[in-house]
């Protein structure tokens, strides 16, 4: 992806790594709009960072986010850069009935909305003479977290999604970025003082660097051992991996 030049719209750009992106791509001459539904994060992110713009959005209404997005293309009509990163995590229970409104929310935040919002732009982009449509998913669409199963699911999908859409714009401007993080300090799951996560400034860092020659996911060091695991023996991995969360989560 180039990293200067760009018209850039982030979702969920007021807090956590979608401010984080936000911040770094600013300050190398980017012009950057952030949206979200939390008026004050994001008139707080526009305070500390002169000349970022922002509108307020509910990426879970498709009117609205027609109508915003028609709007932000006739502002910005140069605008070639869009990065899903608005999501949700909550604690879910799959091994009794499923509570329907965290089932409901978790999937329409985080898999409806960044496809509606990646079609809403789509025609626009493959105008553009360089394009990026980057979708910020997680390594447990790789390793799933029992206790988020729902959670875990939506990313496995943004994933699968990601690589459709990246082959059938193969031959066009637009090119198809997923942002795999790790778990990072940031508010999913109150993890901001949580030391055994990735501290957020270092994980934007080296997420910047990986930016610049990725083609098709952007990895972090901390993410490449749960990205490589699917494959034959994957649901032992995928056992321990949950016995260990199970472990440390007792013994804190």
């Known amino acids: 992806m180039k990293l200067t030049g760009n018209t850039i719209f982030i979702t969920g750009g007021g807090s956590g790594i979608g401010r984080g992106l936000a911040e770094a791509l600013h300050k190398r001459g980017n012009k950057v709009i952030i949206s979200g539904r939390r008026k004050q994060n994001l008139q707080e992110t526009l305070d500390a960072n002169a000349g970022m713009d922002a509108v307020s959005l509910d990426v879970n209404d498709p009117q609205i986010v027609k109508e915003t997005i028609e709007n932000l293309i006739k502002r910005y009509p140069s605008l070639n850069v869009v ?69 875990s699911a939506t990313k496995a999908a943004v994933h699968s999604y990601a690589m459709s859409q990246r082959y059938k714009l193969r031959n066009t ?40 020659t990725a083609s098709t996911e952007v990895l972090v060091e901390a993410a490449t051992g749960l990205r490589n695991n699917p494959g034959p023996q994957e649901h032992g991995f995928v056992n321990q991996f949950n016995d260990l969360v199970a472990d440390l989560n007792q013994a804190a």
Do not use: C
């Not at 604690?91 to 919002?117: F, G, M, Y």
């Open 83 to 151: 990065i899903n990163n608005a999501g949700i995590m909550q604690l879910d229970a799959a091994e009794r009935e499923i509570d329907d409104e965290v089932l409901v929310s978790t999937v329409s935040t985080n898999l409806l909305a960044p496809i509606r919002v990646t079609s809403a732009f789509i025609d626009h982009l493959k105008k553009q003479p360089n394009a990026t449509i980057a979708y910020v998913s997680s390594v447990l669409a790789f390793v799933p977290l029992a206790g988020t199963a729902v959670y």
């Open 173 to 212: 401007s637009v090119e198809v970025l997923e942002i795999a993080p790790p778990w990072v300090r940031t508010d999913l799951l109150n993890s901001r003082e949580e030391e055994r996560a990735m501290p957020l400034d270092d994980f934007i860092a080296q997420t910047m660097t990986a930016l610049e």
